[in-house]
């Protein structure tokens, strides 16, 4: 069974820190890229950032540049997005995805989703 497991969300006050992690199970995901995805309530499921299977590759939206870092760890099947100088706007519950599509942007190209973690931001 194929699982995608988030961790490390929690409530934080704006300026601060936390750092997901997401745990694959099931089959090894070295060959995926690996995304973040978030949705804040009323709001449709935007793009956060991704990894290449490599890892040499990332991409991030803009709303998250210079403040979120993804990495990953092949080895463990983890990948980790670190997140710093948050804010109130990101707060949302944040999904971890593996996949093989063209994009890494884009959800389509995601096959496996987890279950998501909240994260919410205090002001």
């Known amino acids: 069974q194929v699982q995608l497991v988030e961790s490390g969300g929690g409530l934080v006050q704006a300026g601060g820190s936390l750092r997901l992690s997401c745990v694959a199970s099931?089959?090894?995901?070295?060959?995926?890229?690996m995304g973040w995805f978030r949705q804040a309530p009323g709001k449709e499921r935007e793009f956060v950032g991704a990894?290449?299977?490599?890892?040499?590759?990332?991409d991030y939206a803009d709303s998250v540049k210079g403040r979120f870092t993804i990495s990953r760890d092949n080895a463990k099947n983890t990948v980790y997005l670190q997140m710093n100088s948050l804010k109130p706007e990101d707060t949302a519950v944040y999904y971890c995805?593996?996949?093989?599509?063209?994009?890494?942007?884009?959800?389509?190209?995601?096959?496996?989703w987890g279950q998501g973690t909240q994260v919410t931001v205090s002001s």
């Open positions: 995805a593996a996949g093989r599509g063209v994009s890494m942007v884009v959800a389509r190209s995601y096959g496996y």
């Open positions: 099931g089959r090894t995901f070295s060959r995926d890229a």
């Open positions: 990894i290449s299977w490599t890892g040499r590759s990332t």
